[in-house]
């Protein structure tokens, strides 16, 4: 009944869209965990919605512990390019503080399985500044996933978000946060991947050339999107909504409205150059001058924070360890 939802809401809300999606990302979960009746009916039937052999990139996040040869083949039958993989770390002791479910072994070995499979590109999910973490684990663990040759890899900084055990450990003073460790492991993972051959194209992104990620660039420069399922927010036009997160009720509204959608909002001009200041500035390109206030833009050049790269402000690389509270101070 899910996936039914699913196409019939990808088939409604894509008949609507001004212009067809140039990108494909199966992600918010874990897609590679579906069975390979699942996998062939959910891409099978938006292969009917939408041509994905005509599109630029169909991206499936997948967990290391989730398929072997035989799926990782399943998955380039059914039309994805580019597979995106949650291993984090290959720290035992990390992986165990992040609950996952894959050993340091299974996680190299899914990378080769997904070559063995044909898969065009392969992208390493890695988080740095996680309890327990040491300089020598990051080390270690940016040089193994460099040595398994993927095409692309992410290193993000790990967050305390609300609502999660990791904040509530913050709370508690279990854990603790710490910015120069941050922009320590943020350096480590900028030397070690750009010597490696990776272009730092993003704060937390790394691709070798020729394989930056489409769809990723395309939320980072502002362009609309369309959000599936549960939870998912869609940025069409200016009009940002969001889906109910019940999964019942998701599955409810699609069979009888054709759509999910529980808010809705109209973004104004300052709403929108906000959001493309703080996404823009996390790019290699920068943000565009005339968005940004002249003074606010000297002051982070004579701090070596930022330099002008033609019409647009981008950060140096001591600057990109601080995008947050730039962004913020140039908004």
Known sequence: MFIDALLEEARQRIASLPEKPRTLYLGGGTPSMLSPTHLR??????????????????????NPATFDVAKARLFRELGVTRVSLGIQSFAPHVLETLGREHDPA?????????REAGMPAVNIDLMFSIPGLTHDDWRRTLETAISLQPDHISAYNLTYEEDTAFFEGLKRGDLDADEDRDASQFHLAHDLLTAAGFEHYETSNYARPGYRSTHNRGYWHGEDYLGLGPSAVSTIGGTRTKNIPDTAAYVRMVNSLGHAISESESLDAAQRRLERIALMLRTDEGVPLDLLDPAAVTRLQDLGLAETRGSNLALTLAGSALVDPIAAELA
């Open 41 to 62: 009916k959910l891409l099978g039937g938006l292969g009917e919605i939408l041509d994905l052999t005509s599109l630029d990139e169909v991206t499936l996040e997948a």
């Open 106 to 114: 299974q996680a190299a070995e899914s990378v080769r399985t997904l």
